[in-house]
């Protein structure tokens, strides 16, 4: 089993900038691929990014891709999301993954391992 929690989402205006986190339980962390996903009111959860299990590889959506930046640091069984240049669009609830396929070319209902999920708000 592994645990994952997600640091506090936030407010910020649009062109700012928040880093999230996701601390993994457990003490496979290198094991798994770990990525964010996004949910916004009557949306279905999207794909944000990925990093594999080795870190060597990182994965972007296409309406993030040069903003955001994917992370982990394996010390602290711990991935980051740094956000810049943010967006009203990109309000959503953001949600951590882990799981031990590639998430990047998961669904969303092969995913093992959920986030509660963090609120992220750009305003205008």
């Known amino acids: 089993q592994v645990q994952l929690v997600e640091s506090e989402g936030g407010l910020v205006q649009a062109g700012g900038s928040l880093r999230l986190s996701c601390t993994a339980s457990?003490?496979?962390?290198?094991?798994?691929?770990m990525g964010w996903f996004r949910q916004s009111p009557g949306k279905e959860r999207e794909f944000v990014a990925a990093i594999s299990w080795s870190g060597g590889t990182t994965y972007y959506g296409h309406s993030v891709k040069g903003r955001f930046t994917i992370s982990r640091v394996y010390a602290k069984n711990t991935m980051y999301l740094q956000m810049n240049s943010l967006k009203p669009e990109d309000t959503a609830v953001y949600y951590c993954?882990?799981?031990?396929?590639?998430?990047?070319?998961?669904?969303?209902?092969?995913?093992?391992?959920w986030g509660q999920g963090t609120q992220v708000t750009v305003s205008s």
């Open positions: 457990g003490r496979t962390f290198n094991t798994y691929d």
């Open positions: 993954a882990a799981d031990l396929s590639a998430i990047y070319y998961s669904t969303v209902s092969d995913i093992d391992y």
